[in-house]
């Protein structure tokens, strides 16, 4: 296929769109791992324990050797916008 067939398939799909440069700066990045648990000044061993993440899957995230599914990045996003109330809430537990 040349390069225009692929966009015109790629736009009669409407689960497949291209991402325009308008749709790529709406969409919520997630700051590196490494980069909130410095900011908070935690040890990787602190960071996991206080956040429920096993300390392997932490050490994964930090070495690019894997990176986050949606979920991990929705959970480490809340982190980065309140880290306390992460912390509260994990602590509270179920209700």
């Given at each position: ?18 991402l ?45 050797r ?15 916008g ?14």
């Open positions: 296929m040349t390069d225009e067939q692929v966009l015109a398939a790629a736009l009669a799909d409407p689960d497949a769109q291209p325009t440069p308008e749709r790529m700066a709406r969409m919520q990045r997630t700051p590196p791992v490494r980069v909130i648990r410095r900011a908070l000044n935690l040890s990787q061993q602190e960071f996991a324990a206080r956040y429920h993440i096993p300390i392997g899957t932490l050490r994964d995230w930090e070495q690019s894997k990176d986050p599914d949606a979920a991990a990045r929705a959970y480490l996003r809340a982190i980065a309140d880290p306390d109330g992460v912390r509260k809430a994990l602590r509270a537990g179920p209700r």
